[in-house]
């Protein structure tokens, strides 16, 4: 069974840093490609950044291009991501995403349950 | 980068069909296959229904199909059920700054 369990979010103020991580399990983690998609009453589901397989493919959104910064550990089954500079328009509930191929254009096949951040001063 | 286009919601009798739209442009929908599609009922995170489409992943449905004709994607549920009630998404392969992105949510309710 696929698990993605997300951890790291919390409540923190306008300029300051979070560490998300994703424990998986279930698949062969180096066979794919992971995204991060966060979801908020505001934007809805918003595509954050993505990762394929061997990390040589790496994209972000605008929105966050330059304080985000998605990494993977293959030999931990681990996804990470390090955000930088939050804004309040950064809340959300941030979700840990599996690709269906190794590459970044299988679409999002299985979810985690989320990990919430907030941002307010 | 702007979102796909869907009606805030739609509904049906058990058993109808319904189908929902997403309209992009030719960056997104029209440029490209990889449109997908995602159900997501209240306070659970979306599952995936069809890729590339219209493809179902093993386990979904086939009252769920998929096409797509120009910039427009659709979705079809067919007999429909009490427990397809929920929000559903559409999301396409982009060549704009962001690699994906996602449509507004349709709101789909059983009568």
């Known amino acids: 069974e696929v698990q993605l369990v997300e951890s790291g979010g919390g409540l923190v103020q306008p300029g300051r840093s979070l560490r998300l991580s994703c424990v998986t399990s279930?698949?062969?983690?180096?066979?794919?490609?992971m995204h991060w998609v966060r979801q908020s009453p505001r934007k809805g589901l918003e595509w954050v950044s993505g990762i394929n397989w061997n990390s040589e493919s790496i994209a972000y959104a605008d929105s966050v291009k330059g304080r985000f910064t998605i990494s993977r550990d293959n030999a931990k089954n681990l996804l990470y991501l390090q955000m930088n500079s939050l804004r309040l328009e950064d809340t959300a509930l941030y979700y840990c995403v599996k690709d269906k191929d190794a590459w970044l254009t299988g679409g999002f096949d299985y979810w985690g349950q989320g990990t919430l951040v907030s941002i307010s001063s | 980068q702007s979102a796909l286009t869907q009606p805030a919601s739609v509904s049906g009798s058990p058993g109808q069909s319904i189908t929902i739209s997403c309209t992009g442009t030719?960056?997104?929908?029209?440029?490209?296959?990889?449109v997908s599609w995602y159900q997501q009922h209240l306070g659970r995170a979306p599952k995936f229904i069809i890729y590339?489409?219209?493809n179902r992943p093993a386990g979904v449905s086939n009252r769920f199909s998929g096409s797509k004709s120009g910039s427009t994607a659709s979705l079809t549920i067919s007999g429909l059920q009490t427990g397809d009630e929920a929000v559903y998404y559409c999301?396409?392969?982009?060549?704009?700054?962001?690699?994906?992105?996602f449509g507004t949510g349709t709101q789909v309710t059983v009568l």
């Open positions: 030719s960056s997104d929908i029209g440029g490209f296959d990889h």
């Open positions: 279930g698949f062969t983690f180096d066979d794919h490609g």
């Open positions: 590339d489409v219209t």
């Open positions: 999301s396409s392969y982009s060549s704009t700054s962001a690699l994906y992105v």
